[in-house]
C-alpha cells in the first residue's frame, strides 16, 4: 500500500462538522485505511487573507489507489459535500481537500501535482503534516518537516 497525506480546510459554517464528515468519506474510499488524523488548526487565510479563519488537518491513508485515482474521489467528496469551484483561488470554502503527499513521489501532471506545489510554504499544512508524519522529508527540496517549519517562522 502506498501512503498518502491529505490536507483538509474549511472556512465556511460548521468547519468541525465540514472536517469529521471529509475525513469519514476519505475512509470510505475503496482501497483505502485511514491510519492517523492530526489536530484541527485554526489558521488565517493564506493567498486571499480577506475571508474567515480556516480550520485545517491532515490525515494519513494508505491506499491501493493511484495518485490520480485519490484525487478523482478527493474532488468528489468536494463536489458532494457542495463545495463550488469558480475558478477563483484561495476563496472561501465549505470543504479543501489537497494531496500533500503521495507516497514520496514527485508528479507533475495537468490534474494533480505532488507533493503540493505551496506545502512547503504552508504552516497550515505542514504542522498537521508534522503531527501524523514526523519523519517527512520534501522529496523535492529534501528538507525535513522541521527545517521546513523552521524555514517559514524565520522568513516572517
Same mark, same amino acid.
Given at each position: 500500500?502506498?501512503?498518502?497525506?491529505?490536507?483538509?480546510?474549511?472556512?465556511? $459554517? /460548521?468547519?468541525? =462538522?465540514?472536517?469529521?464528515?471529509?475525513?469519514?468519506?476519505?475512509?470510505?474510499?475503496?482501497?483505502?485505511?485511514?491510519?492517523?488524523v492530526s489536530t484541527f488548526y485554526v489558521t488565517p487565510a493564506w493567498g486571499n487573507i480577506h475571508q474567515e479563519d480556516f480550520l485545517n488537518a491532515c490525515v494519513h491513508i494508505q491506499t491501493h489507489l493511484s495518485a490520480q485515482t485519490c484525487m478523482q474521489y478527493l474532488l468528489a467528496i468536494e463536489e458532494n459535500?457542495?463545495?463550488?469551484?469558480? $475558478? /477563483?483561488?484561495? =476563496?472561501?470554502?465549505?470543504?479543501?481537500?489537497?494531496?500533500?503527499?503521495?507516497?514520496?513521489?514527485?508528479?507533475?501532471?495537468?490534474?494533480?501535482?505532488?507533493?503540493?506545489?505551496?506545502?512547503?510554504?504552508?504552516?497550515?499544512?505542514?504542522?498537521?503534516?508534522?503531527?501524523?508524519?514526523?519523519?517527512?522529508?520534501?522529496?523535492?527540496?529534501?528538507?525535513?518537516?522541521?527545517?521546513?517549519?523552521?524555514?517559514?517562522?524565520?522568513?516572517?
Amino acid at each position: 500500500m502506498k501512503n498518502a497525506f491529505i490536507g483538509l480546510g474549511s472556512n465556511i $459554517g /460548521d468547519r468541525h =462538522q465540514h472536517l469529521h464528515r471529509a475525513i469519514h468519506h476519505i475512509e470510505a474510499m475503496p482501497q483505502t485505511k485511514l491510519v492517523a488524523v492530526s489536530t484541527f488548526y485554526v489558521t488565517p487565510a493564506w493567498g486571499n487573507i480577506h475571508q474567515e479563519d480556516f480550520l485545517n488537518a491532515c490525515v494519513h491513508i494508505q491506499t491501493h489507489l493511484s495518485a490520480q485515482t485519490c484525487m478523482q474521489y478527493l474532488l468528489a467528496i468536494e463536489e458532494n459535500m457542495g463545495r463550488v469551484r469558480n $475558478g /477563483d483561488k484561495w =476563496q472561501p470554502r465549505i470543504i479543501d481537500l489537497d494531496i500533500l503527499d503521495f507516497n514520496h513521489e514527485i508528479i507533475s501532471t495537468e490534474f494533480v501535482t505532488i507533493p503540493h506545489t505551496y506545502l512547503h510554504e504552508r504552516l497550515f499544512a505542514l504542522l498537521p503534516l508534522r503531527e501524523v508524519c514526523p519523519e517527512y522529508i520534501h522529496p523535492v527540496f529534501k528538507k525535513n518537516i522541521n527545517e521546513l517549519i523552521r524555514e517559514i517562522n524565520n522568513n516572517r
